[in-house]
């Protein structure tokens, strides 16, 4: 190089090799202190604008489709519903329990394990008639979803096999299944082709 060519704060006054240039430490060549600069070829991208968490979550939420959202927030309904029944109960109360949270995301794993093999025992339909055995388990997989999605308890699976958390719930609400099946609840399958 026969002139003097400036890179940041440096000025090169000889010959540079590329083995030169591969030591030389690249956070010197940063300029720190003004905006870097965007060239046009820069400008056309191959991949897009970082982006936020909240702009993460947002697209998260987004692509859950609307059935689910509307089951989810079903779900949820009736655990509120009951959670307020519930509340004007005296056994709620017996041996110096304190009211039950009408949002299930209140509770530690513990008590929701707890609470929830409750709920899923004495839940019931608006005509006060038992659900169904799947109405049950949809039930408790719109509470897990909003726990997750909304809430952010991603630890939460209530259907896992080996979960220890929650054993006792999947314990209630396998009884409470048999039960209602043997007593022909929800054995009546609607069909199209079934006659």
Aim: with cysteine; charged share 25%.
């Amino acid at each position: 190089m026969d002139k003097d060519v400036g890179i940041g704060n440096f000025e090169l006054h000889e010959e540079v090799s590329e083995l030169d240039l591969m030591l030389l430490p690249t956070q010197d060549l940063v300029k720190c202190e003004t905006e870097p600069v965007v060239s046009e070829a820069a400008a056309t991208r191959r991949f897009s604008a970082p982006m936020s968490d909240s702009d993460l979550q947002e697209k998260i939420l987004k692509a859950i489709p609307k059935k689910t959202k509307n089951n989810n927030k079903w779900a949820l309904g009736v655990w509120i519903a009951w959670s307020l029944e519930r509340n004007l109960c005296k056994e709620t109360f017996a041996d110096g329990g304190a009211s039950k949270p009408s949002d299930p995301n209140c509770l530690s794993n513990e008590l929701l394990n707890y609470w929830m093999a409750h709920f899923i025992q004495e839940c019931r339909c608006m005509d006060s008639s038992p659900y169904p055995p799947n109405s049950l388990v949809q039930i408790a997989s719109g509470i897990q979803r909003y726990l997750r999605t909304d809430c952010n308890r991603n630890d939460i699976n209530f259907f896992q096999e080996d979960s220890v958390p929650f054993s006792f719930f999947r314990k209630c609400l396998d009884s409470r299944m048999k039960k209602l099946t043997n007593n022909g609840i929800g054995t009546n399958v609607k069909r199209a082709d079934h006659k």
